[in-house]
């Protein structure tokens, strides 16, 4: 039986009422993670308040070997 351990990342969704990711940061930390061999399982966006993205919460998984 296959066993996985997992993995949050919280990304701030910057500015007044937030909703703004930086790319590219956000990108080097994902592809930072797929080096350490965590396979992205899902991503979703986390409201603060009136319906505005605060955080970004990305889901990753990967085997124990």
Known sequence: MEKFEYKTLFTDAKGV??????????????????LQGWELVNTVA????????????????RKIQ
Do not use: C, M, P
Request: charged share 20%; no cysteine.
């Open 17 to 34: 009422f937030g909703g703004k990711v930086d790319q590219h940061s956000f990108q080097n930390d994902l592809n930072e993670l797929g």
């Open 46 to 61: 986390a409201a603060q308040s009136y319906g505005s993205t605060r955080w970004i919460v990305s889901i990753f998984k």
